[in-house]
């Protein structure tokens, strides 16, 4: 069955970086534009940016654009999100998906506090 598994969040100081991964399985994962999302506590989800299938374009909300970059491996099924010059209002639990399904995986939380 279709799966997403998001690793790689922890806790990380204001101005640091983390790489986030997120491992599909279960469909053909070269076939879909895949998202990056986060959630914030006490706020609905919302979209980071995404990246076309063959990984050749990206687009970001505002927020984040010049701090975050989204790439992918079709190789070895599985999405990126580089985070640079972290925030702490970038505090949230980030979740992967293909755009056009409506599976989420179970996220991973990023925390950005000194």
């Known amino acids: 069955q279709v799966q997403f598994v998001e690793s790689g969040g922890g806790l990380v100081q204001p101005g640091g970086s983390l790489r986030l991964s997120c491992a599909a399985s279960g469909f053909t994962f070269s076939n879909y534009a895949m998202a990056w999302f986060r959630q914030a506590p006490g706020k609905g989800r919302e979209l980071v940016g995404f990246?076309?299938?063959?990984?050749?374009?990206?687009n970001y909300v505002d927020s984040v654009k010049g701090r975050f970059t989204i790439s992918r491996d079709n190789a070895k099924n599985t999405l990126y999100l580089q985070m640079n010059s972290l925030k702490p209002e970038d505090t949230a639990v980030y979740y992967c998906?293909?755009?056009?399904?409506?599976?989420w995986g179970q996220g991973t939380q990023v925390t950005v506090s000194s």
């Open positions: 998906k293909a755009t056009s399904m409506a599976l």
């Open positions: 990246i076309d299938r063959s990984g050749t374009s990206t």
